[in-house]
């Protein structure tokens, strides 16, 4: 097993409310971050992402529990300690948080300035190269695309050499295209630096894009997690089943629900899910050629999971064997859910 670079051990924090009861913003979080991966947190607006992400950097303590980074405790950590921790730890920011009178070099020297260093134009080269931002190294932020912004931000974060990387919705601004380019960026510096990356979001296509983890959190409470594939594959948690909606690459197609019903039908109409190495399997030739059913492929789509190929199907089979196929087919490893039933 992978150690963690961040723990968090029954963590709970609790908001004094004037005159009314304390608002829990987390409840009981029990969660590993492994080291080097990319981990994800994905929950709905006040779910407690941010108040979870800021207790690594010790912006936020608990009100119960402890938090630990690279075993360090950050929760009781102050002064000289509490500075090594940050060190340790880089944030980057929804809305980028540059100095608008400072240009891209100043604004990616500014750590390592208040970190008392004064010969710092190597190093700030060497981020601004590894940002891909050479070229605007002297324009100010209001001359730049959010996506470069985002760069700044990075190359910023990156600036004191930390060994976690805190993203609190880091694309959230951004379209899509930029999205994709700033999410390769925080994927290729995961794997060239080591660097253990915790990201907040609430979009499952950010946490299907980079993260190997992820975690679901819902009401200050987290009510999934683990390997992105596995819960993509089997997610047990109806929160998370709605956030997969539409970001596994296949929905059924209009001609079918519109015909759809949740009773019975001449047709089943089934989901089937691979991951890792049964992607490539030819079940669905199997089923025919060794039971005789007849499988009517109506969608479907492979991707990139976590590193591991995920595919997802949408079948027809034929009713009365519908058992038998998916006994078949669960057997081989493939997960089935049948969605309901057309004539
Ligand atoms: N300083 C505070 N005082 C009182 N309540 C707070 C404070 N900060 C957060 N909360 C409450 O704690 C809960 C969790 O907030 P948090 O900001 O962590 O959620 P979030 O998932 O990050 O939401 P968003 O995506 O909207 O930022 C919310 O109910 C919020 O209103």
């Known amino acids: 097993m992978q150690d963690a670079a961040i723990s968090f051990h029954g ?19 029990n969660l590993s971050v492994p080291q080097g991966a990319v981990t994800g947190i994905i929950g709905r607006s006040g779910a407690g992402k941010s108040t979870l992400l800021r207790m690594v950097n010790g912006l936020e303590r608990p009100s119960a529990g402890t938090v630990t980074v690279n075993g360090r405790d950050v929760g009781t950590a102050s002064g000289a300690d509490l500075r090594g921790i940050r060190r340790e730890v880089g944030m980057i920011f929804q809305h980028f948080n540059l100095l608008a009178s400072r240009t891209v070099a100043e604004n990616i020297a500014l750590p390592l300035e208040i970190a008392g260093q004064t010969n710092t134009a190597a190093r700030v080269a060497e981020l601004i190269e590894r940002v891909g931002l050479t070229a605007q190294a002297n324009r100010y932020p209001a001359e730049l695309s959010g996506g470069q912004k985002q760069r700044v931000g990075i190359a910023r974060a990156l600036a004191t050499g930390p060994k976690v990387l805190l993203s609190d919705e880091a694309t959230s ?7 994709r380019q700033v999410l390769d960026l925080l994927a290729r510096i995961n794997r060239d630096l080591g660097l253990t990356i915790l990201l907040i979001t609430h979009e499952m296509a950010v946490v299907r894009d980079i993260c190997s983890h992820v975690a679901v959190i819902e009401n200050g409470q987290i009510v999934e997690s683990g390997e992105t594939y596995a819960v993509f594959s089997r997610p047990s948690h109806p929160t998370t089943r709605s956030f ?7 929905t059924v197609p209009q001609f079918v629900t519109a015909r759809l019903r949740p009773d ?9 899910t691979f991951t890792g190495s049964h992607a490539t399997d030819p079940m669905l030739a199997r089923l025919t050629a060794e039971r005789g059913i007849s499988v ?12 591991q190929p995920f595919g997802s199907l949408i079948v027809g089979l034929p009713a009365d064997r519908l058992r038998e196929s998916q006994r078949f087919l669960e057997e081989h490893g493939l997960l089935t859910e049948v969605l309901g039933y057309v004539d």
């Open 11 to 29: 963590v709970t924090r609790r908001y004094p409310q004037k005159g009314g009861s304390d608002v829990v913003a987390l409840q009981d979080i």
């Open 264 to 272: 019975a039908g001449a047709q089943a109409v089934v989901q089937i």
């Open 173 to 179: 601004a951004l379209d899509p295209d930029t999205t």
């Open 296 to 307: 009517n492929i109506l969608a479907g789509a492979i991707e990139e999971i976590g590193d």
């Open 244 to 250: 997969l909606q539409g970001v596994t690459g296949v």
